[in-house]
């Protein structure tokens, strides 16, 4: 088969031991960012004061995602008894479908006499031809997941929801812009109101796994679209995906704290010093991954994208469920189109701004 040639993203660094820069330790070995993220000492960055019930503030405070250790553990486990409720397979179909739903639907705004035939052939002008166009990131990757999500975690308006949920993605790691932060907070009021009874602590963290699929779901879509649509159809869809979350990883890194003194590589790394964990470094690391800028179908190993230890993504198998839906659909009834893709600028995420598709 002839499979996918994925480059290093720009700014992707190479693998070597520590470094200290400006903000701290940067890891991009395999082993050095897998030590970090199973070591008790190395802590998730706080996520700041509460706020009252139903604001931005409050839901950091209340999420498994930024909680200390001492709360992790319940926090979470009210995500996975949410998680544990849905089947995979079924995520799948659901996703499936309404993707289908959206491609029906645009191409129905192109009359059929003008539909997939080519403008020309053997050179004979045959007419204004047009192939129906689809903006895969808007209305499949970034709503697709939060919609068929919604739905199974009983959201009042799952349609109405996916918006919302963006708007709290886009301010949910400090760092974020004042008018997104009041955005978010409207947003975060909006789903407090959707959401079926239950207390807060468990409301909040249901919305986690919203806000926690929204940017890493519709990034994998992309870049699995993005790099995946001219794929042999042999390659199964799961492969690519494994591949991709690898090679082009929606969440290029994340952060930890050093709560006391540790050694990476026989570098000192002191209490309260911030490190940076670079996924798409150490997934592409030679000692850990035998030709490692090469795509291979159903590699050995997974990829540290979904990180490890017990903070690792508890909804790794229900990401992949969804965008497995969405991309399937994609691979059968799309083909690429010639129109440069874009990316939004994060520090830590990957995910397209705008990616063309044509219908075939």
């Known amino acids: 088969m002839d499979l996918p040639t994925i480059t290093a993203a720009p700014g992707t660094p190479a693998c070597a031991p520590p470094t200290r820069g400006d903000e701290g330790w940067v890891l991009t070995r395999h082993a050095d960012v897998t030590a970090a993220l199973t070591d008790p000492r190395c802590v998730v960055p706080p996520a700041g004061p509460p706020g009252p019930v139903g604001s931005l503030a409050w839901l950091r405070a209340t999420v498994s995602r930024f909680s200390p250790p001492r709360r992790h553990a319940g926090r979470r486990a009210i995500a996975v008894a949410a998680l544990d409720a ?25 009359p ?152 990476l590589d026989g570098r000192t790394i002191r209490a309260g010093e911030p490190l940076l964990l670079r996924f798409d470094a150490a997934n592409r690391d030679p000692a850990a991954r035998p030709e490692p800028d090469r795509f291979v179908a159903d590699r050995p190993g997974a990829a540290l994208t979904f990180g490890a230890g017990v903070r690792g993504c508890p909804g790794s198998v229900h990401a992949l469920a969804l965008a497995a839906g969405v991309v399937d659909v994609l691979r059968r009834r799309c083909a690429p189109a010639d129109t440069p893709v874009r990316y939004a600028p994060h520090p830590t995420l990957r995910v397209p701004t705008r990616l063309e598709v044509t219908l075939r």
């Not at 849905?86 to 192109?110: K, M, N, W």
């Open 86 to 110: 849905l089947d995979p397979r079924d995520l799948t179909v659901a996703a499936a479908r309404r993707t289908d739903e959206i491609l029906d639907r645009s191409a129905s705004r192109v």
């Open 112 to 263: 059929p006499l003008l539909r997939r035939a080519p403008s020309t052939t053997g050179g004979v002008n045959r007419g204004p031809f047009l192939a129906p166009g689809v903006e895969v990131m808007g209305e499949v990757a970034r709503c697709v997941p939060l919609v068929v999500l919604g739905e199974r975690l009983g959201l009042a308006d799952p349609a109405a929801a996916a918006p919302a949920v963006t708007a709290v993605a886009a301010a949910y790691h400090p760092g974020a812009a004042p008018t997104a932060l009041a955005r978010a907070d409207r947003a975060v009021a909006t789903l407090v109101a959707m959401s079926p009874p239950a207390p807060p602590e468990v409301t909040a963290n249901r919305i986690g796994l919203l806000v926690q699929a929204a940017d890493a779901t519709a990034g994998l879509i992309g870049a699995a679209v993005r790099h995946g649509l001219a794929a042999p159809a042999a390659l199964a869809t799961a492969a690519l995906l494994a591949e991709v979350l690898r090679l082009d990883p929606p969440v290029r890194a994340t952060r930890r704290i050093a709560t006391a003194a540790l050694e």
